[in-house]
């Protein structure tokens, strides 16, 4: 951290600076010879607010030199971390799809998909049994009795069983049931679920907010890994801007970037970036050309009958030949490093 | 809702979307005489799925009439809705003004200021006992004796405490200690939380999320209102943009157009939509003249040594200076009507 | 600008990094005292080339500590800038109201609105005569006649005329009819014509684009003044966001951040920020509180029968009703300093 | 068309409905057996202005049922425009790269950049010979000098030459020194340069305006097109959003979204996109793989010397290194309908 004075700071202002970052443990230097006092201190335990000393008298600016984020950082741990979950795996090359209804409706629904897309080649089942809506009139989902519907269908195909949880106290049950706890966009920064996903042995598939940083994505890991779960998987599934072409706009540079910055493996759901069926094939070639290492899509028997987001929802034929392209391209992807 | 079915549409399809709208309890009607087939359906109680029809085979387009929300609209309750928390006022035409730190640092601290804010005309007292940070090395709050502290210098000075919970486990603690509890910007589509507070008596302060859109804000109020708990203040805090001269952009017009929605009453947040003092001010005033029902502003003793946000706190001063223009605005304040 | 070298930077690196610098003119100053190597270097006329640096080997970051406006920054001219163009001010306190209607459609309406909007105290007239459009298809606009009977009209009701030019073509035209020359949004980085109108007497009005950053702004003012015309006038008028329920976002706080960095004046576009004409009064009181030197705003004698915008123009009696409430609160405006 | 009245709306204000869009050449239906009345107007050779509908006492709402561009619609022209510029071929299932420095600099420079491109198979030579930026004090290009180069350049090793206006009377020089005129991100609505350009009888390479959405982009494209010049060739550059880890934000998903919209071909520019050079492979394997038919890429000798942008610029063996993979990677490019 550099903290560059005013030009006509006095000694005492210096001082005071000086004395906040002893504060923080740093052990900071002064330089005098460049027209205006800088003050520079490594890193310490503590991490230093930024903010304590912009507000200090004589300062005309901080700079950051460092990450604000630690474990999830490449800096780290250079390697790639691979993750497996069952049938499933993450990192290290491989391109992991995992398929599913956005909620999961019925035994047969779920069944019908879970035998489809394990014939195709996934290897992870998606499905909401807990359905964050923004109107507290749509369908919230089948909970507990879902969970235990999707666990079947998945061991009987062999997949990996993926769901959101939402809350704490949904924490306990989707751990008996599930292979992968993802958190969704919309609880990206709910600190204490994500300590409470971090105290489970389970990896956690990750979604970035829909107006999240990439930055604040790495952050929100960070949390999980501090709490003693380091499987985190991040999810990029489109942010929100201006543009409606698309429900929401996806993010595919999010990849080389978290790739630079981080060893975990990043993902990417183009169903929810799209929002509409007929861009999904070309979103999903795009994340396998650009190096993720995997997405998330949305499949239904019946999309014009989902509960939810129907409009967004392959058909089976659709995904077979979605699956049919993944493994072409798949042969020959190169190996993106960044 | 008004569905368009294409030129080409046969009666097959037409009567497959007469039947699902039949699924959701309505009555549709049928006109044929513009060229292409319209269904209208008129409201019903269960929400129709838009995506559900749009994946229709035939459908060309489906238009919603009505808003989405009910009880928090204007349309379902014409009078403005006033809240009162203790010697705070929100709706009926007051300008009502929190004040506080960003996060309660200790006993002296928290009296300070409530003392300071309460000879300055401020009605309630803000002061974070629960902190989302970004970060999991930030500094995260006193917790319960922190609500003590509040509550303690709330009393002392006549004031209404204001505090954020963050989770469903720290509810019934707040409930016991606030008078207004307040559920955060990363919150807002924490679905959970929103029942629980709900299911209290006591108001609740809701921030809008940096990307929601306003019909957004107005569903997460919703949830809250359905759940039993009428009294609901939504606070616009900023939203996320690419401008980087202000922590967040104040959507300032927002205010007009919650009015014409919605019966509840708005407040601003200057300090964190500017993320720096020296606009709060003219935010302030902007907001008093625009038509909120008051601002939530923060303050602290020391600025320069606040454990969070110092950046963007006023000095004692200050705030004593931005509450002389405020009564001296508040007098000749139009009556906003939209 | 401070540069940081890595950690680890030779000898060599640093040594090309100080002739870069002195490339520019530059006399950079090295200290080293700190763990990494800092170099600084002091203003110099030339513009340093941030990229440049940042492509040099070796180093690992670079920060501006100047802004990179120079004329119409408060450093350089710390007093306000105060533009009179007919009987209109802006600056110095004053609060100027320019209105008019979208698109001039013939000499009965222009003039019938000159005569209202005179008659309830706007100084200044506005009314395009060439409609810059989305599509080619839509009104674009009759050209000089146009800025004829808008030269007639603000005569007859001592009006300033103001209007926009969309091309350097325009501009010999413009000068000759009109009293203040609009660059419009899409045009705000059309480098030629801000040249141009650079090269009249007459002052500008400078819209701020529709994605721009206020520095953005700034510079593009720079640009105006720099080829010889110091009287700009800007303009805020609401940036692109997520959000549908207004038109654009209205950056109120545009208004503070824009008197701290430049001494220009800053006028506030409310119709084209709310985009409908009932939020428009409410806009228009929050800029007058915050500071801001004046509005623009549409008035239509027949909204309905507008041929563009219709939708957020203002019927006479709402803009008479908008200036009764607009000198009622003129009178107790504070003076906004920041 | 559909205008939907307010449920009770008189028949007077149904018939101003109907007189105003006969107004337009129109001959609305009406269809009351709904609970509302709804007119429709099928499509007129003139445009329908909706505001001024809207503004129409008793309406409800107004909803468009067609894109509002024509000839640049896939309706309007299903098959692919295929449009051939020198070497370079845009369309048709190709994957036209075209490459060079961001601004031309000297003979040495432009020539050095050409004959590397070419054999690596670049067909195509971008360089800025007018720059438009931000800043008035930084570098401005160097005009007529710099586009004979780049002819000489081009001509030398087999190129097309790719190259900006930024100003009408820039057009005739242009035309005489080069194959593809740009329109750069900041002009996408300077739309008199946008007819200039479409009267000339050279492919136009259209920029995305960085706050654009794809519907304006088309309807820009649409102006050229109106004005007689078929041969546009899209480019997205990546949008500003609130992501700071990027210099903006691809929208990749632009691509499939164009293709159904629009017969017209469209490229990716990674590097204004990217902002650093490390990201530009995995954005350019990106755009082959999701559709995209070319890519625009910077290119320089030695980015750390570079006049502009050097941070975004590919080195030589970079460039080589991606073309290594576009080739292997175009083999096996799935053709991608939508």
């Known amino acids: 951290m550099i903290v560059t004075m005013q ?5 005492k202002e210096i001082t005071a600076v000086i004395r906040t970052l002893e504060g923080f443990g740093a052990e900071p230097s002064i330089s005098r010879d460049c027209g205006c006092t800088l003050i520079t201190a490594v890193i310490t335990k503590t991490p230093i607010e930024q903010h304590l000393l912009r507000g200090l008298s004589g300062v ?10 630690k474990r999830v950082s490449r800096d780290y741990h250079p390697e790639d971390t691979v993750i497996e979950a069952g049938a499933a795996k993450f990192g290290g090359g491989g391109f992991g799809v995992i398929a599913g209804p956005c909620a999961i409706e019925d035994e047969d629904q779920i069944n019908a998909v879970a035998r489809h897309v394990a014939a195709q080649g996934a290897k992870g089942l998606r499905g909401g049994a807990y359905k964050p809506r923004t109107s507290p009139y749509a369908f919230q989902g089948l909970g507990v009795p879902g969970l235990r519907m999707m666990r079947d269908a998945a061991d009987a195909h062999g997949l990996a069983a993926v769901s959101e949880v939402m809350s704490i106290s949904q924490v306990g049950d ?11 966009a919309r609880n990206m920064q709910n600190f204490d679920l994500l300590r409470e996903v971090g105290r489970t042995d389970k990896p956690v598939l990750l979604k970035r907010g829909p107006s999240s940083k ?8 960070e949390y999980i890994v501090d709490a003693g779960n380091p499987r985190v998987i991040l999810c990029e599934r489109g942010i929100r801007t201006y543009e409606t072409a698309t429900r929401n706009t996806l993010d595919i540079a999010a990849v080389p970037v978290v790739k630079q910055l981080s060893h975990l493996p990043i993902v990417i759901d183009p169903s929810h970036a799209a929002g509409k069926r007929e861009y999904v094939k070309a979103l999903t070639l795009a994340a396998l050309a650009v190096g993720a290492d995997g ?10 009958k989902a509960l939810s987001d129907g409009r967004q929802s392959l058909h089976f034929d659709e995904f077979s030949e979605l699956m049919s392209e993944v493994r072409r391209l798949a042969e020959f992807r190169a190996p993106v490093s960044v």
Do not use: C, I, K, N
Not at 7 to 11: E, K, V
Not at 174 to 184: I, M, P, R
Not at 295 to 304: A, F, G, I, K, R
């Open 295 to 304: 997405v998330m899509v949305e499949v239904h028997p019946d999309p014009s």
């Open 7 to 11: 030009p006509g700071a006095t000694l």
């Open 174 to 184: 989707a751990v008996e049931y599930l292979d992968v706890l993802q958190v969704g």
């Open 214 to 221: 990439l930055e604040e994505l790495l952050l929100a890991a």
């Open 60 to 69: 005309r600016d901080v700079h950051e030199d460092v990450h604000p984020f």
